[in-house]
Structure formats: C-alpha cells, structure tokens
C-alpha cells in the first residue's frame, strides 16, 4: 500500500467515527471523543474550533499566574495583644510595606549602630562599628563631618536638646561630648568601667547618663563632667537609658530582663518591670511621660503604666530580637527596629499594624515632624523612610 494509501485510510478511519452523542457518560469516554472531534476538525482544515480552544486554555493559566501572585503578596500581618480590659483592634489581613527608602546615606565601614536626629530635623549623625561618628545633611544628603576620637566601636550616641553638642559612647570604655558643628572635643568622661552601651541627655541638656557593661548607671554634669549620681539597681550590663519628658525620672534597662525607673536626682528606685522573658535592648518614653515601650531579645514589645508598671500591650509583630523602640512626636504611633528584616509602625494604643519599611536595624529614630523615620543597620547604611 502506498503512502498516500494509507493517509487516505487513516482519513477514512477518523471520519467515521461514531458521534459523540452515541457514547457513554463517562468522563473518560467523553474527554477521548472531544480528542478525536479536535483531531478530526483539524484534518479537516477546520481549525476555527482548536484556535479557540487554545485562547481559551491560555485565558485560563493566565487568570491562575494572576491568582497565585495575589495570594502570594496577601502575607499575614503582625500581631498585638492588650492587657484585660483593653479592647484589641483587627489586624488586617494585608498590610502596606515599603521596600525603598527616601534616601540612604553611605559611609561607615561595617555596622551602622546608632542614628539620631538633629532637634532642628536638618542632620543625622550615626555611629559605627568603624569608631566613627558622622553628621549628614539630611537635604543635600552631604557629609558634613566625621568624628573620629573613639579607638572602638560606638555603641551609643545622643544629641544634646538645643543641638550644639552630640555625647558618644564607645566600647573603648569613655563618653565624649563635641561640638556637633566643628568635631572639636569637650569633654571626655572615662569612670564607667568597661563598654558604654547607652547615653541620655537631661531634657535641659545640663546632665549626661550613662549605662555600661559593669551594670552601673552614672549621671554627671554635662559641662564640666563632673560625677553626681550612681546607680546600681541592675545585676549585669545597661543597654538603654531614657530620661523622662519632664527630666525627673530615668528608665534603664539591660542584660538582667528588666527595666527599673529610678530617681534622676537622688538614685531612689521607683519600680522595677519584668515583663520581658529576655535583655532589654531600647527604651521609650511617650511624650506624656505616662507610658514606656521597651523592646527585648524576646522579639517583643512591651508597652507600660510607668507609674504603675502594668502592662497595656504587647506587640509581637517582630520574629527575631529589638534592638530600636522610637515614640513618634505626637504619641499616636510606635516604631520598632529588628534584626529580622523590618522596621514596623504601628498605633501605640491599640497595637495596629500599620506600615512595614522592609530594612534590618538597628536602631531608629523619627523626626521631629513624624513624617519622616531614620534607621541603621548592618549593612553600613543610614536610610530614611517616608512614613507619613
């Protein structure tokens, strides 16, 4: 038999084949015989039918792609408890992320530890693994100074109320305050005794305190250096120091999972927290000087009666340890820094959930407008995010 024979035959074969309405109502039967209507509408020429199925199939995966993705980027937001008698808002199911920031700002080599803002909102200044200290104009984005007096890392770093000076603590052991327009060296503070992990200037910006490996607290006069206070309420290491609105009362907090509210003039303790099940890294004040949020190694944050010591929230949006707590200027929102790839804003009352900025921190700080927020990381870089 010839080959044009057999095509013939094998068209013969396929158009007599029995119709569809003549098999039975199985699926199996029914899917074969829809095969063999395509295949005989196609050696026909007829390929109106398989075009159609084609858009038709393609329609479909498209419209699956499109569904996949959707769900993909639906992620579960974070979540907050309140205390008994607190009514807890809803945290949506989705929530706004921000993957870029308005601007970052490169020069530390290694670990950016610290960043804080002007009073004024015009420069930041950050500390590094590097032992230096750098000033930014936050406009132009310029370098407008580095200081370099530490011999180690700088672990802490604040900026006196009226922005003339900045104090720096370093694991070199000292606290130095200089003149935050030129670099020149004030006062060189050096009785803590091993690394100094945190500094607070008084809200009248006349007394400097001072948290260090040896767990003691050293409050001294700013000017001249002189010593006024120790306090010794803390078994281990002070990581955060934060002096209250009305420069009365200090919270520190550290290795030995406590934060203790002490006398800023006479040492006498107030109360003592113990709401967190690991160290206390960050510490602060709201701007009524009525709650405290502090943020730990547990992955959580804790927001607090500071007269009372009763807890009002815990937020526990964060999968990995805090090392930033920041209070916004009006009071209505919290943002927390981790080591777990984000930085979250959230209502400092009810625990909503309400913006992600997805950078590690180390440390963060909002401006004084809140609009804006400042963060360091490990990544060498100082970024600002646009928040509001």
């Known amino acids: 038999m010839s080959k044009q024979e057999k095509l013939e035959e094998v068209e ?13 109502t199985g699926w199996s039967s029914r899917l074969s015989f829809l095969f063999l209507d395509w295949q005989r509408s196609f050696n026909r020429r007829s390929w109106h039918f398989a075009a159609l199925s084609t858009i038709l199939v393609l329609a479909l995966v498209a419209v699956i ?10 992620a579960p937001g974070p979540v907050a408890s309140l205390a008994p008698g607190h009514a807890a808002t809803p945290t949506p199911a989705h929530y706004i992320s921000l993957n870029q920031p308005l601007a970052d700002f490169t020069g530390h080599v290694g670990l950016a530890i ?7 909102g015009t420069r930041l200044a950050s500390g590094g693994s590097d032992s230096t200290v750098q000033v930014w104009n936050v406009r132009t984005k310029q370098r407008l100074l580095v200081y370099r007096g530490h011999s180690n890392e700088v672990l802490a770093l604040a900026w006196s109320p009226d922005g003339t000076r900045l104090a720096s603590g ?21 009785s803590n005794s091993g690394a100094v992990f945190s500094v607070a200037w008084s809200p009248d910006g006349t007394r400097l305190a001072s948290g260090s490996n040896d767990g003691e607290v050293q409050v001294w006069n700013a000017n001249s250096g002189k010593h006024l ?3 010794y309420g803390h078994d281990s290491a002070v990581l955060a120091l934060a002096w209250s609105p009305d420069g009365t009362r ?6 030995d999972r406590t934060v203790q509210i002490w006398d800023a003039g006479s040492g006498i303790p107030y109360l003592t927290y113990n709401g967190h099940a690991d160290s206390v890294t960050s510490i602060a004040w709201s701007p009524d000087g009525s709650r405290i949020a502090s943020g730990s190694f547990d992955t959580s944050v804790q927001v607090w009666n500071a007269r009372t010591g009763k807890t009002l929230l815990t937020y526990t949006g964060h999968t990995n340890t805090i090392y930033g707590v920041a209070w916004s200027p009006d009071g209505q929102r ?13 209502n400092a009352y009810t625990g909503k959930h309400l913006l992600t900025c997805r950078s590690e921190a180390l440390a963060v700080a909002w401006s004084r407008d809140g609009t804006r927020l400042a963060s ?3 990544d060498g870089l100082v970024k600002v995010w646009q928040v509001a």
């Not at 396929?14 to 569809?20: K, Q, S």
């Not at 610290?114 to 004024?120: H, R, T």
């Open 250 to 255: 200090i919270a520190s907090g550290g290795l």
């Open 170 to 190: 370093s694991r070199d052991g000292t606290v130095q305050v200089w003149d935050a327009r030129t670099g020149k060296r004030l006062l060189t503070y050096q």
């Open 376 to 378: 360091a990381g490990s």
């Open 65 to 74: 792609v499109i569904v996949s993705s959707l769900q993909a980027n639906l």
């Open 334 to 346: 919290i943002a927390s820094g981790s080591s777990d790839g984000t930085i979250q804003i959230w």
């Open 114 to 120: 610290n960043v804080v803002w002007s009073p004024d």
């Open 229 to 231: 206070l120790s306090y």
């Open 12 to 24: 013969v074969e396929v158009t007599n084949l029995p119709e569809t309405n003549n098999v039975g």
